[in-house]
T-cell receptor, first 113, second 109 residues
Framework: GAVVSQHPSWVICKSGTSVKIECRSL??????MFWYRQFPKQSLMLMAT?????????EQGVEKDKFLINHASLTLSTLTVTSAHPEDSSFYIC?????????FGPGTRLTVT | EDQVTQSPEALRLQEGESSSLNCSYT??????LFWYRQDPGKGPEFLFT???AGEEKEKERLKATLTKKESFLHITAPKPEDSATYLC??????????FGTGTSLTVIP
C-alpha cells in the first residue's frame, strides 16, 4: 500500500496565527489527496479534496478562506489553517487513494491556545 | 440517505475472549468496504478491503466478512495489543467514502 507522511506530527500555536501542515505521498504519485479532521472520539470527517495543479474541492460547511489547500506536486499537498482559533484544535489527517483503496497519513495534532 | 453504523461503540474483552464487531451500511452502489485500525493519536491503518457479499479475508487474529447489508470483524483470542479503535468505511459510486464512528476495543490481560 501507499506510504503517506505528515509534518509536523503535532503543533501548538497561538490564536490568530496561521499553521501549515504538509502531506507527502512517499511512494505513489497522487493527483488527488484528501484532508480529514477528527475530533476526540469521533470519526473522520472529510474536509476537502486536494487536486494537483488546480483548486481544491471543499465539503459543505468547510471555509475555503480559512483552510487553504495547495497541491503543487504529485507528492505534496499542504493545508494551511489561517487565523486559527481554539475551535480549530483537532487531529488533521491526509490520505491518498490507489484505485479503490485509501491510505492515511499518521495525522497532525493541532492545538490552538 | 447513505449511512454507515458501527456497533458496539465500545467493547471490553478478556484476553482470549473472542468476539465480533459490526458495521451496517445502507448505501447505493457499494464499490468496497474497508476496515481500519486506529491507535490513539495515529492515523488509521489499513486492514482489509471487501468487495462483494460472501467475501472473507483474514489476517492473524482478525477475520472480516461481508454480506449485502453488513460486515463483521471477528477477533479470535484477542491480545492486549489488539486494543484500538476499529473503523469501517464504505466506498460508493461517485468515489465517495463514508466512515462509521468506530468501535473502541479494550482487551484486558
Amino acid at each position: 500500500g501507499a506510504v503517506v507522511s505528515q509534518h509536523p506530527s503535532w503543533v501548538i500555536c497561538k490564536s490568530g496565527t496561521s499553521v501549515k501542515i504538509e502531506c507527502r505521498s512517499l511512494d505513489f504519485q497522487a493527483t488527488t489527496m484528501f484532508w480529514y479532521r477528527q475530533f476526540p472520539k469521533q470519526s473522520l470527517m472529510l474536509m476537502a479534496t486536494s487536486n494537483e495543479g488546480s483548486k481544491a474541492t471543499y465539503e459543505q460547511g468547510v471555509e475555503k478562506d480559512k483552510f487553504l489547500i495547495n497541491h503543487a506536486s504529485l507528492t505534496l499537498s499542504t493545508l494551511t489553517v489561517t487565523s486559527a482559533h481554539p475551535e480549530d484544535s483537532s487531529f488533521y489527517i491526509c490520505s491518498v487513494r490507489s484505485s479503490y483503496e485509501q491510505y492515511f497519513g499518521p495525522g497532525t495534532r493541532l492545538t490552538v491556545t | 440517505e447513505d449511512q454507515v453504523t458501527q456497533s458496539p461503540e465500545a467493547l471490553r474483552l478478556q484476553e482470549g475472549e473472542s468476539s465480533s464487531l459490526n458495521c451496517s451500511y445502507t448505501v447505493s452502489g457499494l464499490r468496497g468496504l474497508f476496515w481500519y485500525r486506529q491507535d490513539p493519536g495515529k492515523g488509521p491503518e489499513f486492514l482489509f478491503t471487501l468487495y462483494s457479499a460472501g467475501e472473507e479475508k483474514e489476517k492473524e487474529r482478525l477475520k472480516a466478512t461481508l454480506t449485502k447489508k453488513e460486515s463483521f470483524l471477528h477477533i479470535t483470542a484477542p491480545k492486549p495489543e489488539d486494543s484500538a479503535t476499529y473503523l469501517c468505511a464504505v466506498h460508493i459510486t461517485g468515489n465517495q467514502f463514508y466512515f462509521g464512528t468506530g468501535t473502541s476495543l479494550t482487551v484486558i490481560p
